[in-house]
């Protein structure tokens, strides 16, 4: 293939559900002439709470899927799949590009408070890995971390439920696990990927000022140097456009779906796939 066809591909995104459609959102707008691809692994969610042998199976396994497509650049777009599995994605990748979520949210929270006193609310898995630890502290040596596991915040966003009581109570619920000083961060890093539809939730429960840190606009803009470097940047004027493909419930995806991406999505706009 020469050079232009390669810059034609789509860029592939995966997650193990409709999470990542949070940065497939922030990936559109920065690059709205970039064709992509979207693979939420429904049928396996959620990965958070499996072992890391299958998360990086599942993992490999999504990216074949996307590769199928032809893509040129892969953007991990799940948390726990990029603590987990990121260097066995880059072998099946390479010698094309590969992009997790846990670097460029390392980066955001850094940025946003340095030397500060960061939360990073995460799956078990990417907790238990302590991806964003490492990946902060290699920034900035004088920063302080917890990191808490709230597997439950999962299921809330998954239902809509992302205000209110409930969502308040539960976040308060597992905070309880922290000790006094780490219930007042100076940022909360959303470290995983259904995290941002609770931000307001977030607002309310920790103090005033706090950061409210995600991947998603940051991983965008780290994507889109990326392209520049390889030279794969599409040059096409169009609008670019979007797969959406789903390993189950098509019908759940597109209606949960609409919530992450901002708009509408309707089961025909999502395609089933067997990995
Ligand atoms: N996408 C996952 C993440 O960002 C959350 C859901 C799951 O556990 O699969 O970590």
Redesign the pocket.
Known sequence: MNASDTKALSIGVF???V??LTVLKALREAMPHENLVYLGDTAR????TKSPVSISRYACQATAQLQQSNIKLLVVA???ASAVALDALRQQMHPLPVIGVVEPGATAAVAARPGGKHLVL??EA?VRLGAYRKAILDKDPQAEIDELACELL?ALAEEGWNDGAIAESIVRRYLVELDAASRHPDSVILG???FPLLRNTFATVFDDGVSIVDSASTTATAARSLLTDFSLTNEQNAAGTLRLLATDGVTRFARVGGQFLGHDLSAEDVTLVDL
Do not use: K
């Open positions: 997650d193990s559900g999470g990542g969610l959620p990965y958070g799940c948390n726990t995460a799956t990417t999962v995983c990927t259904h």
